[in-house]
């Protein structure tokens, strides 16, 4: 197996890529290629002291900001560490990219460049969405396009079923339209299309679910558009830091309370853990001909090390073949509904 | 002053509703008018020993319920507490309603009986948002309608501004549009032709808002879809009981995290009470000819009670004749800038 590293993509890169490339290199036996300026990235391999021999350097001269426009940079900076990075999957010199680069470019890089999956209207980013208590779920779509139509939906349940299953190894996972009730009659010609369709589908369709029960693991895969799906993260993020600054206020409140306070610091740390996702390794763009993983822009050497090890699955587990395979039943199916109505 | 109650609303009507009632006669000049079944009513009026002169009761003899279908119950239930309580106002013989009944029928009563403002293309739901240690923000839509055009956005930070100023006291609160990202380049069509007339809105206009920045009180009236509005409330609501779940369940792992918990049971409390947000009394229907407070279905005496007393400056400050005028000015400007491209 080939793993290739975008080396350049991220606010810390190279500095934290390849530090993150090289914890990797040690625990697993599969080869990293790591692409970007090659000496900046031999810099940092011997600032490391990288002495192993899974590690291998791909040039790329160019690299795309987080202020490119996505499809301007794909077209102008044919040389940058992303294109050449997709480009070596597409040639099946790779057979997994991480990156930490611009999310737009990449989304749109995977789709122009890797290509979209037969049967597949429209690829997406996914991302882990942290259940409080609970195993993380995943959220499709997670902001790579603000509307969706009901066919987009379905696929969005399907491959990310696939991805928990394969990937994240959950059995049979619960999949959830998010919805404004429960009764299927709820919410938008849209979601109302959906729901008949996810509902038809060779998946664990739990129906609609409302976004009181998603904090609480009500689904595994959580289906929604990217509008929808961008203010669920965001919320989720923002609530998190506004009730544990809340919480981190009243225990400065008495002495008494900033007592407990360091009678609970263990407790207090363990909590903030829950929401921090790193160890799930990044966010897959599904849809394309070949796994794609977005890590953070601001991804530390850990964050990095992570996607590289958790990259392993996606890769071998063939999901790509299996979404290709699922969409085409998909299709069957539709075509036999279709016929039996007349 | 003639405050119109829904006597029959809500899933613990009319037991509470007369409650509050009474409680609200009692510090309160104004005069409430109770509708609903003449019996009942006065059996709880004198259930809770009322010996003022402030309440009247109008009877009503049919109720309409959770399950009916907002259009056809107000059709085929003339004679209900709600439409009886809508055609009160509508006939100047009331001056404001409040109702804990079908939310769905009081939005649809509200627009076949009292009719739309002038100017006004869809009335809209409100509701108070709790910002943590912060003074609660607006949300506009909160689930009237699942998808909304640009001129509808700007119609909700519109009369949102107005409710927030004239009702709740708010001098020039701050007008925010939830999208994707701040710039104003982010969204959908719809909220990148949104943002452009909420800039040109006689309203303190802070632009784009992400959902992130919401809980924080980034602006004072949030203006999105119906559909995100539900998704922003319910997640809201589902977070917050997360996190304290969380936090009970971490305070109960150790004896000395038990002791700590007991040491601030006052902040705990403190910090559950941050989301009761009865204390703003119910929230507004707005965009139609008089002022309608829809309360939850599940609200007690107290929140019927606090909902009475906060109605007085809805009725009393003309919010809906300021709403008119207000669009009439819209439309001017709208209209002058038309001629300007000529």
Not at 56 to 68: C, K, L, Y
Request: glycine residues 10%; charged residues 25%.
């Amino acid at each position: 197996m080939r793993i290739v590293l975008d080396g350049m993509g991220g606010d810390n890169a190279p500095r934290e890529t390849v530090k993150g490339a090289v914890e990797a290199a040690e625990v697993i036996n599969d080869e990293i290629c790591i692409v970007g300026k090659r000496e900046l990235i031999e810099e940092e391999l011997k600032r490391n002291n990288f002495k192993g021999n899974n590690i291998i350097i791909v040039n790329a001269d160019e690299v795309i900001t987080m202020e490119d426009s996505p499809v301007k940079a794909i077209r102008r900076k044919p040389d940058s560490s992303m294109v050449v990075g997709l480009n070596l999957l597409k040639e099946k010199r790779g057979d997994v990219i991480v990156s930490g680069g611009n999310t737009g470019a990449l989304v749109v890089g995977s789709r122009m460049i890797l290509g979209r999956i037969e049967g597949i209207d429209r690829p997406v980013l996914a991302s882990i969405y942290p259940c409080l208590g609970k195993p993380a779920s995943l959220l499709v779509d997670a902001g790579a396009s603000s509307e969706a139509k009901a066919q987009n939906l379905l696929e969005y349940g399907l491959m990310g079923s696939i991805y928990m299953e394969k990937v994240l190894g959950r059995k049979n996972p619960r999949v959830g339209l998010v919805n404004l009730g429960v009764e299927e009659s709820k919410g938008t010609s849209v979601t109302k299309d959906a729901y008949k369709r996810l509902q038809q589908a060779s998946i664990n369709f739990v129906g609609n679910v409302e976004a009181r029960e998603v904090p609480n693991g009500a689904c595994e895969v959580i289906v929604c558009d990217g509008f929808v799906g961008n203010v669920i993260l965001k919320l989720t993020e923002g609530m998190a830091w506004s009730i544990l600054r809340l919480l981190k206020n009243k225990l400065m409140e008495t002495i008494k309370a900033k007592v407990a306070g360091l009678m609970i610091k263990g407790q207090l740390t363990s909590m903030k853990a829950e929401f921090d996702y790193n160890e799930y390794g990044g966010a897959p763009i599904l849809g394309v001909n070949g796994p794609v993983i977005k890590i953070h822009g601001s991804s530390n050497h850990d964050a990095v090390k992570n996607a590289i090890i958790k990259s392993i699955p996606y890769a071998r587990e063939n999901v790509v073949d299996i979404i290709r395979k699922s969409m085409l039943d998909t299709e069957e199916n539709i075509e036999e509904d279709e016929e039996d109505n007349f």
